[in-house]
């Protein structure tokens, strides 16, 4: 998972309560994206960051936040979770903001929030 | 919106016979094109990257760029039933994340 790890992997939450999601990186990349997976929705961006301390909203950023206080660490934050955020949530890496911006996925989080 | 349209399958394929995945998208500003391997519980792996037009050959698997018709293929040959899989196609604009379809779901019948 190039160098990826997200924690925890699984976690079940009850509505209202706050929950933050972890994504690691050893390869020192700059960019570092979150997005869930839902059936029959695909792989939808929710954050990104660009550095240190620059973060932007993705697609379905309503209701959670993110930050990066440090190069190799993303945190994703649901302030109060609700049932329509259950899901599975992938941390993705990127070296470069030019065209050839592959990204790399970590292994995922699956949360259920009841 | 920014939208990448493909088949959701199932795609049925015999061992040893290409499989071909297709994927159009709406955004002509597209710059970069990928395709992803995502077994069923794992994490999306990225298979194949396309930039410019034409085709591009990575072993068993080849990627077309069409983008004047503003679609991108992926064929796989000598399919295996490792191949079984869903396929995401995804686009890039800018550095701000991947816009992805919904996958194309892909059985190799051995």
């Known amino acids: 998972d190039a160098g990826i790890t997200q924690s925890p992997r699984h976690k079940v939450t009850e509505t209202g309560t706050p929950v933050t999601l972890r994504c690691h990186q050893t390869e020192n990349h700059r960019y570092m994206y979150w997005y869930r997976q839902d059936p029959g929705h695909g792989l939808r961006l929710i954050h990104y960051?660009?550095?240190?301390?620059?973060?932007d909203k993705g697609e379905v950023s309503d209701g959670y936040s993110v930050s990066r206080s440090k190069t190799e660490d993303f945190l994703l934050t649901l302030e109060s979770a609700t049932s329509s955020q259950t899901s599975v949530y992938f941390c993705?890496?990127?070296?470069?903001?030019?065209?050839?911006?592959?990204?790399?996925f970590g292994p995922g989080t699956r949360l259920t929030v009841l | 919106q920014k939208e990448v349209e493909q088949n959701s399958g199932p795609l049925s394929v015999p061992e040893g016979a290409i499989a071909s995945l297709n994927c159009t998208y709406s955004d002509r500003g597209s710059q970069s094109f990928f395709w992803y391997r995502q077994y069923s519980g794992k994490s999306p792996e990225l298979i194949m990257s396309?930039?410019?037009?034409g085709d591009k050959e990575d072993g068993r698997f080849t990627a077309e760029l069409n983008k004047a018709s503003q679609y991108v293929s992926l064929l796989i040959r000598d399919s295996q039933p490792s191949d079984s899989a869903t396929y995401l196609c995804?686009?890039?604009?800018?550095?701000?994340?991947?816009?992805f379809g919904k996958g194309t779901h892909l059985i190799i019948q051995p």
């Open positions: 995804a686009v890039l604009e800018r550095a701000d994340g991947l816009t």
């Open positions: 396309i930039y410019s037009n």
């Open positions: 960051s660009y550095g240190v301390k620059d973060t």
């Open positions: 993705a890496i990127s070296e470069s903001d030019t065209s050839y911006n592959e990204q790399f």
